[in-house]
Every structure is written in structure tokens, then in C-alpha cells.
């Protein structure tokens, strides 16, 4: 970096942003050229090992100013949106030595946005505070001032503080300070001194100003006296009131180079640090829920503390920044730790990245993804910690295998009493036996219907509806099929598939527990369109696409696709359990037995059991890769089951994308170019991700059905690759786009309520004449009544139907009456009837697009 150029960087949603400002007029030299500020967005790539650039941006600062400075950067939300923005503060003089201060928002677009700007009469060094607004606050004098965007006006604070240590939000109260309060003389006639008690929590220095209400909520419960005038640096961890009294969790770093946490103005823990002169702390997340204090030096150097012991976990120097945020995209923090190189060198060229466990990276190669953190001069900070999981991890293996010990009882006994089930045998099984049992198939709101005498009349032939049986291993998950004939139209409640291993019935793991899913996808012979089809005009014809889940309340889904006249699906009832309970034995075969209690069509099956086969697995066929699933890179799907193995396994999440201003014609090429897509041609509603990483192997489901609203459902290994497929795709749709999370519930719930909606829109249409009014109430008490009368037994068809016969008879006489009466009404009553309407006609339009959702 040139002598005429300044540079600041952070980071933002896992991205370091670097901005340059350059060829400018700087504080000491004469006139140059306009001054432009940069900015790149930079990313790490695991496979490099380095940081990379993904974006650039600039903004040319067009206005006669000189001596410009860069006050900070980092981010804050935008009340307007709520969104948090990156944010640079820079400091000009204008020509009249007045300084001048603006705030630019960076976008995602790397479009900057002048947000703030304000004049001062003096340079406030280092005592602007940029909070969420934003809102800018500086000291000026003796006084604390601030100005925000939304009043775009000075307000000085009304407390005197000697100082601010803190400046945040908290719930429910809003945007407070945190600082000492300045006393006098002649207020206080000396100088505070200490109480008798070093840890009193009344009266201290130290309170809390809301800059809402514009007074002192708190100063007590904060931070004692005795500690007041060496702390240096304070960071708030928890707020809460109670008893309408605010009460703080916070940490603070001191003179004597200690790290303090304080609970409700009480001290709690202590940690010496290894440098001298701290000057900030930062929070880490870490893997495993722990959380560290990371603390930056004024001698260029940092050092972590663990927030559970406060102990030293690791320490390093010379490092110019400190960073924390998730740069590898693992769903948990890191710390980027940035050392000084030479001179003019890159800012990103000397780095390391860890989480303090097994994480690590760095741009030497040698310490490239090792495993070894901390030297060993300081193995005996590792040591103790390790004890302890060790502990903790040794009392939950036994509690473990006391259950698992139970559960084999229980298995054990539901095999036996299942076999003598099968074999016609009579059932001995004790009373108290008979309460460690658990059922086989279905919920236990769903009884399972018993077999009757005869084996032979009980199981029905699988060749009737079984065309094929399969299985696939993916990851640690076994996935078993069975493909049915098209003749077979059940739902998920009311069929099941179950897995009984062929073993003695003292053996462990004799029943597998499932989850069921049955899926449907229909087939397409004409070749596959180019972009997805939405709905126009009557001719468009549909597809089903149902995936059934027990998770999901075990209801029928269904989604709307665009297909040729010619309807053929094929219909999957699959079952996965997980593998590793399985392991255990070296071989093992199970059987595949088939419930089907019920027919959509109403029909209950005669012979409920269908026995579909056996299947075999052993470790020397999965050593060899038998029965694996795997992606070759010519052809990823090779088989069809291949594909229902992915969509019975993987999460599924519905999301509805809406774009009110611009068409959502970014999805498609987001999917086919961005995310490496290929459409499946055999079913090509479905969209099988090749890009390489975490999302290889992923399944989206896209169907547009207008130009600004969409529905994709999302096919993923795990949530982690979910929520970097929606962050990836928020940064290709349109301005203010936006998604919907849509819960696949049940569909009666929603039929019901469309037609609730459309009962409540016939009355409404009743009401224009105050005769039918009458008769509405009227048969509204008869019908409410009738329920009431009805609720204790069943009323027969006989007294429904007559019921109904006289209610059209009282409705036929007061329309001859209605006919004979003057029916002009005002127009004010016109006027709130019309309202009335289309109020009740736009909730029941609403209802029924739900139902066209499904």
C-alpha cells in the first residue's frame, strides 16, 4: 500500500471486506486527484488455502474536500430494513476548515449509499461510536452528542460521562450507554472513594443512559467501585430486568491486564492475560456450544479465553487485526487472525484461521489443516479441559448402555410376541410382559389390525402390487424400497413398511425402527423445455408430485408441475433407518413386510400384509462399495432408484419466493449455471446439483407459476447446506424478493377452511336484504341448536334430512315475502355492505390460493 492510500478492513457474513481510499488529498500533502474509495469483497477457498476475490466496488467522492481520513468500518442495521450493512465513516475539511463527516452503506450490489453525513467545528479523534440507526455519537468538550438518521438532528446527551465503555441495544429498552458519570466537587466534596465493601453494588460510577427516554434507567448492579477507575474496556454479554430493576452480565478488562466477568455488580471470575495493555474483547462462538473471549493488545498481540473457566486457551503475536465470523462456512465462528507482513504487501497475505479445535489454516503450509494448535510450552492449558470431557463423556456412555440394555428387552419381547403373531401361535405373554411391548407398524392412535387364524388368508401375494424391491446406503442411512403398481393408490396413513431382522429372538435389533415415506413422481416423454412453464389459460395441464413423511405430521403432500397430456407415475413406499445400529452384526438379512390398512378409495384391504422379500447387507459388500450410493461425474443418476433414495433420505424444506417488482427469470439460471444443475430427464421436475463441495448431490424442485412468484423445495443433506443454498440464491434474486417458509401440513385443514371462508362469503351476499338477515340468524340459532342437541349422539339420516327440508321451506317463504317489500336501501348502508364483501370475498381468494399452493 502507497503512501497516499489508507486501507481498513472487517468482515461481514463470512466475507472480509477491504476498502482502499486512494488517490487522494491526505492529511500532510497538497492537492490530487479526486479521491476514490474501493472496496473488494474477499472470500477463503478451502481447496487454495487462500483468500480470493469475489467482488469489487467504488465510490468517487466528486466533492471539493481535502485531508480525508477513514474513522472506521464494520456494520449496523439499517432501520428502514433491519438488515445489518457494512458501513464506512470518513472524515473530510472542508475549505473553511470545518470537518465534515459521512456514513456510506455497502450493499450487496457493492453500490455505496451515502446514509449520514454532519458537521463538526473540531475533529473528533477516536470518539465516534457508529450504533444501529444508524446513529453516530462523538464527545465534543465536556459533552456527549449524537445525531441519527432517522430525526437527522444533534441531541446531546443530558448525563455528564467522564467516559463511554459501551453502547448498545437491549430488549424492550432500546439504544443505552454505558459509561462513568463525571462528579464534582461540589457535588460530591472529594473524590469518590471505595465503601467498606470492595464489591458494594450501590451507588457506583458507573450507569446506564437510554438515549429514548433520555435519563438514567440503572446505576447499580453494574460494576462496584473499587474496580471503576481501572477498567478500560467493558462488553456486555446479557441484559434482564427484574423487578423493573436492570441486571448485566458483562465482562471488562482492567489496567493490571486482567479479565474480569461481573454478575449483577458482583465480580465472578478472573483471568490473568499473558500481554500487556488490552484494549478490546470480542465474542466466539466456537464448535461445541463454547464460547470465548478473544482480546486484542495494543502491543500488536491477542490471546483466547475460555468463557466456562476462564482460562488462557491460546496466544499470539504480532498480529495487525482480529477477526471473528464463520469464513468456512462450517455454521459455527472462527478467528482470523492477521499478522504484519512487509511493507506494501497484501493485508490477506499472512493469516491463519481457527477455531481452536480441529479447524485450522494458514498461509504458511506447514500449518495448513493440522490439527496441533498450541505449541508445547502450553499443552498444560489443553490437558485439563480434555479431563473433563473425558468425565462428562464417560457418565454419558453408561447412561447410554443402561438404556440400550432396556431397549433390547423391549425389542426382544415385541419380536417374540410378533413371530407367534406370524405364525399363528397362541400369545403367552404375561400382563406384565405385555407393557414393555411397543407397536410394530403405525402410531399408536392407529391400531394395527390382528391376523386372523388361518397364515394363508392373512398375507396377500406382493407380485399383485410389489413390482420391485430395493436398497440403497447413503452416508449412515439405509434406504429400502419397494416400488408398487399403479393400481395401488394408498397414502402414508394408511400403509407402512417394516423391517424384522431373521435372527434369534434373544439377538439385539430385531425390530428397526423406520420412517416411512411414500413418493410419487410422474414421468414426462416429451423432452425437457428450457425454462419452467407457468400457468396461462385453461390448457396447462398438471402433475403430482407427493412426498409423504412421518415427521410432518404424516400427511400427504402435493406439488403443482407442468407435464403432456399423458399422465404415468411411479410410486415409491420407501423406509430409512439409520446404519450404524446395524453395523454391529458382520452379516444380517431382515424382512421387508408391507402394511396396508387402507385404500384412498375408502376400501379396507382384506389381506393387510403383504410380505415383499428379504434383503441382505455385510460389511465386506459395503467395503466394496455394493449397494452405495455414489455420483459418477458423467452420469450422476444412473438408476432410478438412485434418485428416491436421495428424495427418501435427504431434508426437505418448501419455500415461496415472491418478487413484487421484477420477474424471478434469475432462478432458473441460478439453478442451471450458478449451482451446476442437471434437469432429470426421466423426471424432469426434479434438478440434481453437480456442483462441487457440500451442495453436491442436492435437489430442487422449481416450478414458477406466475412471473413474480414461485415455489422450490429444497432436497438437502443437512440444514447447514440449506441455508447456504438460500444465502447463495438471496444474492441473485431481484430487489426487495423475498421467501416464505411453507409448512407442508395438511390439506383437509385447508380445504376446510376454504370452504368455512366461502360459507361465511354466501351470508355475507344474504345480508343485503334485512329479511334474509333475519332468516340467516334464524337458521344460523337452528343449525347452532341442532349441533348442540346432536353432540351427545348421532342424529340419523331420517331427522337430517327433514331438518333440511324445513329450512328450504322457511327460506322459500321469506324470499315470496322479500318480493313484495320496497328493497332500495341508503347509500351509506350500500356503501357498508359493498365493504363488507369484498373483505369477506378477499379472505376466502386467499383461502383458496393455499389450496392451489398444495
Request: charged share 25%.
Amino acid at each position: 500500500m502507497s503512501s497516499n492510500e489508507q486501507e481498513r478492513l472487517f468482515c461481514y457474513n463470512g466475507e472480509v471486506l477491504v476498502f482502499r481510499l486512494s488517490k487522494g488529498n491526505f492529511v500532510g500533502e497538497g492537492p490530487a486527484k479526486t479521491p476514490v474509495l474501493h472496496v473488494r469483497r474477499m472470500v477463503f477457498d478451502r481447496g487454495t488455502g487462500v483468500f480470493v476475490q469475489k467482488s469489487t466496488g467504488f465510490f468517487s467522492i466528486k466533492e471539493e474536500y481535502s485531508h480525508l481520513k477513514i474513522m472506521g468500518c464494520d456494520c449496523v442495521s439499517d432501520f428502514r430494513t433491519g438488515i445489518n450493512l457494512p458501513y464506512v465513516m470518513i472524515q473530510c475539511i472542508t475549505e473553511s476548515n470545518i470537518f465534515r463527516y459521512f456514513l456510506l452503506f455497502l450493499h450487496s450490489t457493492n453500490k455505496f449509499e451515502k446514509r449520514l453525513s454532519f458537521r463538526l467545528p473540531s475533529e473528533s479523534k477516536d470518539s465516534i461510536r457508529v450504533l444501529h440507526g444508524p446513529l453516530v455519537l462523538w464527545r465534543h468538550v465536556q459533552t456527549f452528542c449524537y445525531i441519527s438518521s432517522q430525526t437527522g438532528k444533534v441531541v446531546t446527551v443530558s448525563v455528564k460521562f467522564s467516559s463511554i465503555e459501551w453502547a448498545g441495544e437491549i430488549e424492550n429498552v432500546g439504544m443505552v450507554l454505558l459509561g462513568r458519570k463525571r462528579y464534582y466537587l461540589s457535588e460530591e466534596g472529594c473524590t469518590p472513594q471505595p465503601s467498606k465493601s470492595d464489591y458494594a453494588t450501590w451507588k457506583t460510577q458507573f450507569c446506564v443512559y437510554s438515549l429514548e427516554r433520555g435519563e438514567v434507567i440503572s446505576d447499580t448492579y453494574i460494576i462496584p467501585p473499587a474496580y471503576t477507575s481501572v477498567i478500560t474496556c467493558v462488553h456486555v454479554c446479557a441484559t434482564e430486568i427484574v423487578n423493573n430493576q436492570l441486571r448485566m452480565s458483562l465482562v471488562a478488562l482492567t489496567q493490571k491486564n486482567q479479565l474480569i466477568s461481573f454478575q449483577n455488580g458482583t465480580p465472578k471470575s478472573v483471568c490473568q492475560l499473558p500481554f500487556g495493555d488490552p484494549c478490546a474483547v470480542q465474542l466466539m462462538d466456537s464448535r461445541g456450544g463454547d464460547l470465548l473471549f478473544v482480546i486484542s493488545f495494543r502491543s500488536s498481540d491477542a490471546c483466547a479465553v475460555w468463557e466456562k473457566n476462564f482460562q488462557v486457551a491460546a496466544k499470539w503475536e504480532k498480529v495487525s487485526s482480529v477477526l471473528i465470523d464463520d469464513f468456512l462456512g462450517t455454521g459455527t465462528e472462527q478467528v482470523l487472525l492477521l499478522f504484519k507482513g512487509p511493507l506494501n504487501s497484501d493485508c490477506l497475505s499472512s493469516f491463519k484461521i481457527t477455531d481452536l479445535d480441529n479447524l485450522n489454516y494458514s498461509s504458511e503450509t506447514l500449518d495448513c489443516n493440522e490439527d496441533d494448535v498450541f505449541d508445547n510450552k502450553e499443552n498444560y492449558l489443553v490437558v485439563p479441559p480434555l479431563e473433563r470431557r473425558l468425565k462428562v463423556g464417560l457418565v454419558s456412555v453408561q447412561e447410554l448402555q443402561q438404556h440400550l440394555l432396556l431397549k433390547e428387552k423391549i425389542i426382544s419381547k415385541s419380536y417374540k410376541a410378533l413371530m407367534n403373531l406370524f405364525q399363528g401361535k397362541d400369545d403367552s405373554t404375561s400382563s406384565a410382559e405385555e407393557e414393555c411391548l411397543v407397536t410394530l407398524c403405525g402410531e399408536e392412535e392407529n391400531p394395527v389390525y390382528t391376523f386372523d387364524e388361518k397364515l394363508s388368508d392373512n398375507f396377500q401375494d406382493s407380485e399383485q402390487v410389489v413390482e420391485k424391491i430395493w436398497y440403497r446406503v447413503i452416508e449412515d442411512s439405509l434406504v429400502v424400497g419397494v416400488k408398487t403398481t399403479s393400481s395401488l393408490k394408498v397414502s402414508l396413513n394408511h400403509v407402512t413398511l417394516s423391517l424384522s431382522m431373521d435372527q434369534d429372538p434373544n439377538s439385539s435389533f430385531l425390530v428397526i425402527k423406520c420412517q416411512n415415506r411414500v413418493i410419487k413422481l410422474s414421468r414426462k416423454s416429451s423432452p425437457v423445455p428450457g425454462s419452467v412453464p407457468y400457468e396461462i389459460g385453461s390448457e396447462v395441464k398438471k402433475i403430482k408430485l407427493s412426498v409423504d413423511s412421518e415427521e410432518e405430521e404424516e400427511k400427504e403432500e402435493s406439488i403443482v408441475c407442468v407435464q403432456p397430456s399423458e399422465k404415468e407415475y411411479v410410486q415409491m413406499i420407501t423406509a430409512v433407518t439409520s446404519l450404524s445400529p446395524l453395523l454391529a452384526f458382520s452379516n444380517f438379512s431382515c424382512f421387508v413386510l408391507l402394511q396396508i390398512r387402507e385404500r384412498e378409495n375408502g376400501n379396507h384391504s382384506a389381506a393387510p400384509y403383504i410380505q415383499c422379500g428379504r434383503i441382505f447387507l455385510s460389511l465386506e459388500d459395503l467395503s466394496r462399495g455394493k449397494h452405495l450410493l455414489t455420483f459418477p461425474k458423467k452420469k450422476p443418476i444412473e438408476h432410478m432408484e438412485d434418485l428416491f433414495a436421495l428424495l427418501a433420505a435427504w431434508q426437505r424444506a418448501c419455500f415461496q419466493i415472491i418478487s413484487p417488482s421484477y420477474a424471478l427469470t434469475s432462478v432458473k439460471v441460478w439453478l442451471l449455471e450458478h449451482m451446476e444443475c442437471e434437469v432429470i430427464k426421466e423426471f424432469p421436475e426434479i434438478c440434481f446439483c453437480r456442483r462441487p463441495g457440500s451442495f453436491y448431490g442436492t435437489l430442487f424442485n422449481w416450478k414458477q407459476r406466475t412471473p413474480f412468484e414461485g415455489i422450490l423445495i429444497v432436497y438437502s443433506r443437512n440444514q447447514t447446506v440449506l441455508f447456504q443454498c438460500l444465502h447463495n440464491l438471496s444474492r441473485v434474486l431481484p430487489i426487495n424478493s423475498f421467501f416464505k417458509y411453507l409448512p407442508l401440513g395438511s390439506e383437509d385443514f385447508l380445504i376446510g377452511h376454504l370452504a368455512l371462508a366461502l360459507e361465511k362469503e354466501l351470508v355475507t351476499l344474504g345480508s343485503f336484504s334485512s329479511a334474509l338477515v333475519k332468516v340467516e340468524s334464524n337458521l344460523v340459532q337452528s343449525c347452532e341448536a341442532s349441533k348442540e342437541k346432536s353432540s351427545g349422539d348421532v342424529a340419523s339420516l331420517s331427522d337430517i334430512e327433514e331438518s333440511i327440508r324445513s329450512y328450504r321451506k322457511e327460506l322459500q317463504r321469506e324470499k315470496k315475502q322479500m318480493l313484495g317489500t320496497n328493497l332500495k336501501v341508503s347509500g351509506a348502508l350500500y356503501r357498508e355492505m359493498t365493504l363488507k364483501l369484498a373483505e369477506v370475498q378477499l379472505k376466502s381468494d386467499l383461502a383458496a390460493q393455499k389450496v392451489t399452493d398444495l
